[in-house]
Nanobody, 114 residues
């Protein structure tokens, strides 16, 4: 069974930075595609960034040039470096692991103040 635990969320001023971490408990982390999604109040959950098992990364247009996803297979961890944060980035951020089926973390709150 896969368990995902996110950390690193918090309150930051606009223009600031945060780094989210997602620790994967289970086997064969290196085979999973990993992603970060977010859900703002009253909105649908949306994909923020994704990195494949092979290390190919992509991100949503709204965060391109500001957010970077990476993974460390030795630590079973995926990261989301968030720079130049905007108020509209405020949301609960969720980690997802995908290998045929999807596993989700519990989410971590990111709040960006003006």
């Amino acid at each position: 069974q896969v368990q995902l635990v996110e950390s690193g969320g918090g309150l930051v001023q606009a223009g600031g930075s945060l780094r989210l971490s997602c620790t994967f408990s289970g086997v064969l982390f290196r085979l999973y595609d990993m992603g970060w999604h977010r859900q703002a109040p009253g909105k649908q959950r949306e994909l923020v960034a994704r990195i494949t098992a092979g290390g190919i990364a992509n991100s949503a247009d709204s965060v391109k040039g500001r957010f970077t996803i990476s993974r460390d297979n030795a630590k079973n961890t995926v990261y989301l470096q968030m720079n130049s944060l905007k108020v509209e980035d405020t949301a609960v951020y969720y980690c997802k692991a995908q290998l045929g089926v999807d596993f989700w973390g519990q989410g971590t709150q990111v709040t960006v103040s003006s």
